[in-house]
């Protein structure tokens, strides 16, 4: 299937490892140009390397204002244009309402949500010149279903899907979709980090935690990343041009809500 991605220039955030690196490797596969961002220089820029020679990286950490907004003018000044935004970044520390104090809900906020709002302010512009955009929101299946020691994310991932919803009526007329995409349990650094704090709170060995998981998940293993950027790629194509404003998971069917 040609995804007509040949020609686009995309900007992934969260690119250094885990679903965001997958993702825009994805993209690059299928013709884009892109530019790739991580608060971590140096993993960016092997990140970048790894996934081609003309993929652009940017030391940028997303949660500061203003840094979302030169990740854009960087992609620009290089590429020309910038097509396709897929917001994504590291997740919050693991918690509870009782052991989380009101900094890191600040940073959390910044991480998860402003983040987005300005890279979609800073990318939308452009898009609207052209009437040809793509703006996809990694987030979680706590979107949707809250999962236990995650307040952080269970608090704002549905926020991000919700202004992702109404950014995507306001922009549909501009050629402009936007989307929602849920990860569940994906073999990434961050859910075995996650399990490892789950273990830790537990007392019982991480090993215990996976298999507890994928117990839940009816499809019976964890998700992969290219399972993911799969999906996020045709999201972002010419032929997705009537998807917009939705929220789609990609967890094994471990959601267990019918919408």
């Given at each position: 299937?040609n995804?007509?991605?040949?020609g686009?220039v995309?900007l992934v955030?969260g690119?250094?490892r885990?679903?965001?690196y997958?993702?825009?490797?994805?993209?690059?596969?299928?013709?884009?140009s892109?530019?790739?961002c991580?608060r971590d220089r140096d993993?960016?820029?092997?990140?970048?390397?790894?996934?081609?020679?003309?993929?652009?990286?940017?030391?940028a950490d997303?949660a500061v204002?203003g840094?979302p907004?030169r990740a854009?003018e960087?992609?620009i000044a290089r590429?020309?244009?910038?097509?396709?935004?897929?917001?994504?970044?590291?997740?919050?520390?693991?918690g509870?309402?009782e052991?989380l104090?009101?900094?890191?809900?600040?940073?959390a906020?910044?991480l998860?949500?402003?983040?987005a709002?300005e890279l979609?302010?800073?990318a939308?512009?452009g898009?609207?010149?052209?009437?040809?955009?793509r703006?996809?929101a990694?987030?979680?299946?706590?979107?949707k279903?809250p999962v236990?020691?995650?307040?952080?994310?269970?608090?704002?991932?549905?926020?991000v899907?919700?202004?992702a919803?109404g950014?995507?009526?306001?922009v549909?007329?501009d050629?402009?979709t936007?989307?929602?995409i849920?990860?569940?349990y994906?073999n990434t650094?961050?859910?075995?980090?996650l399990?490892?704090?789950?273990?830790a709170?537990?007392?019982v060995?991480?090993?215990?935690?996976?298999?507890?998981?994928e117990?839940?998940?009816?499809?019976g293993?964890?998700g992969?990343?290219r399972?993911l950027?799969?999906?996020?790629?045709?999201?972002?194509?010419e032929r997705?041009?009537?998807?917009?404003?939705?929220a789609?998971p990609?967890?094994g069917a471990w959601?267990?809500?019918?919408?």
């Amino acid at each position: 299937m040609n995804l007509g991605l040949e020609g686009k220039v995309a900007l992934v955030g969260g690119a250094s490892r885990g679903l965001g690196y997958a993702v825009a490797a994805e993209l690059a596969a299928e013709g884009a140009s892109v530019a790739v961002c991580s608060r971590d220089r140096d993993a960016i820029e092997a990140a970048a390397r790894e996934i081609g020679p003309e993929v652009l990286a940017i030391a940028a950490d997303l949660a500061v204002t203003g840094e979302p907004t030169r990740a854009v003018e960087e992609t620009i000044a290089r590429f020309g244009r910038l097509d396709i935004v897929v917001t994504n970044t590291g997740g919050p520390p693991a918690g509870t309402l009782e052991t989380l104090d009101l900094e890191e809900w600040d940073r959390a906020t910044a991480l998860l949500l402003k983040s987005a709002v300005e890279l979609c302010a800073a990318a939308l512009p452009g898009m609207r010149e052209r009437k040809w955009g793509r703006i996809l929101a990694i987030t979680s299946i706590t979107a949707k279903q809250p999962v236990d020691n995650l307040m952080l994310s269970n608090a704002l991932r549905p926020a991000v899907a919700g202004f992702a919803h109404g950014l995507a009526r306001e922009v549909a007329t501009d050629g402009i979709t936007v989307n929602t995409i849920q990860p569940g349990y994906i073999n990434t650094e961050r859910v075995i980090e996650l399990n490892r704090a789950n273990a830790a709170r537990e007392k019982v060995d991480p090993s215990a935690i996976k298999g507890r998981i994928e117990a839940e998940i009816p499809v019976g293993r964890l998700g992969e990343p290219r399972e993911l950027a799969a999906l996020a790629a045709f999201l972002a194509s010419e032929r997705a041009s009537y998807i917009t404003g939705g929220a789609f998971p990609v967890d094994g069917a471990w959601l267990r809500g019918s919408f």
